[in-house]
C-alpha cells in the first residue's frame, strides 16, 4: 500500500511555525540538538503568558511531521551559509585579481639598461 498517494498535505499555521523556528534558533544557539519527539510533546503542554494553551488537540503535530520541518529549516540554514561563502569567495577572487594587476603594472620593467636618462638599449 502507497502512504504518499493516501497521506493529506498539511499546511502549518503561523502558531506552529513561529513555535517551531523559536525551538529551531534555540537549538542552534546553544549548539543542541533537539529531539522531534521531545518537542512534539512539549508543544502538547506548551502554555502562553495567561496560562491558557498555546494548540488545540487538533493543532497538535506529530514527531516526523516536526522533523521534516526542522530538516528544511536546517537546509535552508545551509543554502544561505553556503550562498555567503559564495559571496565571499567572489570578493576574495575580485580582490586578488586586483592586487595582481596593481603588482604587474608596478613592477613593469621600462628598459632593463640605462644610464643616466640614456637608454642603452636603444642606442645600440
Same mark, same amino acid.
Given at each position: 500500500m502507497c502512504f504518499k498517494c493516501c497521506q493529506k498535505s498539511y499546511q502549518f499555521s503561523d502558531k506552529q511555525k513561529s513555535y517551531l523556528l523559536a525551538k529551531f534558533r534555540s537549538c542552534q544557539t546553544t549548539g543542541r540538538k533537539l529531539d522531534a519527539e521531545v518537542v512534539a510533546r512539549e508543544m502538547r503542554r506548551a502554555r502562553g503568558a495567561d496560562c491558557q494553551r498555546?494548540?488545540?488537540s487538533s493543532e497538535f503535530l506529530t514527531a516526523s511531521q516536526i522533523a521534516s520541518y526542522f530538516s528544511r529549516l536546517n537546509a535552508a540554514a545551509r543554502q544561505q551559509d553556503l550562498d555567503e561563502l559564495d559571496? +565571499?569567495?567572489?570578493?576574495?577572487?575580485?580582490? /586578488?585579481?586586483?592586487?595582481?594587476d596593481v603588482a604587474a603594472t608596478a613592477s613593469q620593467i +621600462?628598459?632593463?639598461?640605462?644610464?643616466?636618462? /640614456?637608454d642603452l638599449c636603444w642606442m645600440a
Open positions: 498555546l494548540f488545540q559571496i +565571499q569567495a567572489s570578493e576574495e577572487e575580485t580582490n /586578488f585579481t586586483t592586487a595582481r +621600462q628598459h632593463p639598461i640605462t644610464y643616466d636618462q /640614456f
